[in-house]
């Protein structure tokens, strides 16, 4: 899966943080991180808020988010290179620096570089992902890519060609003829295409669901 790395440029306001967790969310559910989504808006809230209170409303920033190896990073940048986060226990009463300590409490590290001409606030989290490109270990995954292993050995007898090695293009010109000849083989079985094909979409529908529902996040946090 090609997880191309993104930025937006953003006016470091209260009212752009909301705007802001729900494109983190957005691009997550399509990179199949939804199980990063809760953490990773945090994160978003707490970088940029901390530009705010350090730097200051309106302060021009930029959210850039990227694979580095296994893990998701979150970048925020601005151009003031003085004002450097703070870190301070979560659970004292002082406000300035907690933020930052609720980033330390769920990333697995974080950091600022500094630059000539501006300041990255920075912070990983792990993905459980085997590559960058890879995907969350599901159960329903491994089973069609052992499928499509097979299926492409008995297409392909004189090579052997790991699905892990095969291009996006050519997986998905397996799986759709993979898919065709299963509809074939419900019709030589006296099945209804149409009626398997629904019953299929079902599932999915049904499981892909269960799946968001296990990640969902209250209305009022997006």
């Not at 309106?58 to 003085?82: F, N, W």
């Amino acid at each position: 899966m090609p997880r191309k790395p993104w930025d937006i440029v953003f006016t470091a306001e209260p009212a752009e943080v909301a705007a802001l967790r729900r494109i983190m969310r957005l691009h997550l559910g399509v990179w199949g991180l939804q199980h990063l989504v809760d953490d990773a808006q945090l994160c978003v809230s707490e970088l940029v808020s901390n530009v705010i209170t350090h730097v200051g409303p309106g302060t021009p920033a930029t959210l850039a988010v990227s694979m580095k190896s296994k893990h998701l990073r979150i970048e925020v940048h601005d151009a003031d290179t003085r004002a450097l986060p703070t870190l301070r226990d979560a659970d004292t009463d002082a406000e300035q620096g907690r933020g930052m300590a609720l980033v330390d409490a769920v990333a697995d590290r974080w950091g600022v570089l500094l630059c000539a001409d501006r300041k990255i606030t920075w912070c990983e989290l792990a993905t459980r992902l085997p590559a960058a490109d890879g995907h969350v270990q599901a159960s329903s995954v491994m089973r069609a890519e052992t499928m499509l292993r097979h299926y492409a050995a008995a297409k392909q007898p004189q090579r052997s060609v790991g699905v892990s090695r095969l291009t996006s293009t050519v997986m998905e010109e397996m799986v759709i003829a993979a898919i065709a000849d299963f509809l074939h083989w419900f019709q030589a079985h006296g099945r209804d295409v149409d009626d398997m094909l629904d019953r299929a979409q079902m599932r999915y529908a049904a499981e892909a669901t269960a799946r968001a529902g296990a990640y969902d996040v209250s209305p009022g946090d997006c």
